[in-house]
């Protein structure tokens, strides 16, 4: 039987009246790709806010391996090993690829609060950095300053930052956006190949990448489930065929 690691009941969030995410029940399996997909609006980013406590759920229950966690704060969520990237680039562009990862790995060391270390106190971590580098194909540009990266392999960088951070359960959010054809190609199979052993639950405009790596999944359309399965499934059901033509302009799945 799979395992469901993450599962939420009757989900909503409505700000002064308006619903922007009603009774959403949504199941992801441990060791799978999970995409969260929709039309502009559909609450898909809503839904990720509130997975994380960005937002408190107005209604409804969030479970993580079983426990209840809707009343948890983020960073409590974090510790958990629920981890997330953002649809902007969330990296430190004045230092090198290395230290990047280094700042995301020094939570292991418990100082990342003692701001009177020097930074040659981290070189512990360059081994695992490194590593997590070699991961996600930018071991070569390890030296490099962050600022002089392509947006794709920045984007590749926050995932190896997001590696470092160990999540049991990874969120990404449009990881794709922005890039140009070769840059999405790059990082389908960066995320393809760094999902071994992993569970990815991802928000993604780009049926393309969806079609290619995601296990399952489930559409949005106003804020609630519209349809789940497979990309097969989900792409025949005229209910999704309807909504995204109606929002796409007739944009094909």
């Known amino acids: 039987m799979q395992e469901i690691i993450l599962e939420t009941i009757g989900l909503g969030k409505?700000?002064?009246?308006?619903?922007?995410?009603?009774?959403?029940?949504?199941?992801?399996?441990?060791?799978?790709?999970?995409?969260?997909i929709g039309p502009n609006g559909a609450g898909k980013t809503t839904c990720f806010n509130l997975l994380?406590?960005?937002?408190?759920?107005?209604?409804?229950?969030?479970?993580?391996?079983?426990?209840?966690?809707?009343?948890?704060?983020?960073?409590?969520?974090?510790r958990r090993g629920i981890i997330r990237s953002f649809q902007i680039s969330a990296v430190f562009p004045h230092l090198t690829v290395l230290e990047n990862v280094r700042v995301a790995l020094q939570r292991g060391l418990g100082t990342e609060f003692f701001f009177w270390k020097s930074g040659s106190s981290l070189n512990v971590l360059n081994d695992r950095a490194l590593e997590l580098l070699h991961e996600v194909g930018l071991e070569e540009f390890a030296h490099k300053e962050t600022l002089n990266l392509a947006y794709g392999r920045k984007r590749a960088l926050e995932i190896a930052?997001?590696?470092?951070?160990?999540?049991?359960?990874?969120?990404?959010?449009?990881?794709?956006?922005?890039?140009?054809?070769?840059?999405?190609?790059h990082v389908t199979r960066l995320i393809d190949r760094v999902a071994k052993g992993r569970t990815i639950l991802m928000v993604e405009h780009n049926m393309k990448v969806i079609a290619s790596i995601a296990n399952k999944i489930t559409v949005l359309q106003r804020g609630s489930v519209?349809?789940?399965?497979?990309?097969?499934?989900v792409s025949s059901n005229p209910l999704v065929v309807e909504a995204y033509m109606g929002s796409h302009g007739g944009d094909a799945l």
């Open 161 to 185: 930052t997001t590696l470092a951070m160990e999540p049991e359960l990874m969120l990404l959010d449009e990881p794709t956006q922005g890039m140009g054809h070769e840059d999405v190609d």
């Open 14 to 36: 409505s700000f002064k009246g308006f619903s922007a995410v009603t009774d959403v029940n949504l199941k992801v399996t441990r060791g799978t790709i999970h995409a969260l």
């Open 226 to 233: 519209l349809a789940e399965g497979s990309y097969q499934e």
């Open 52 to 78: 994380t406590k960005f937002l408190e759920p107005t209604s409804g229950q969030i479970l993580f391996n079983g426990f209840d966690i809707t009343k948890e704060a983020p960073a409590e969520i974090a």
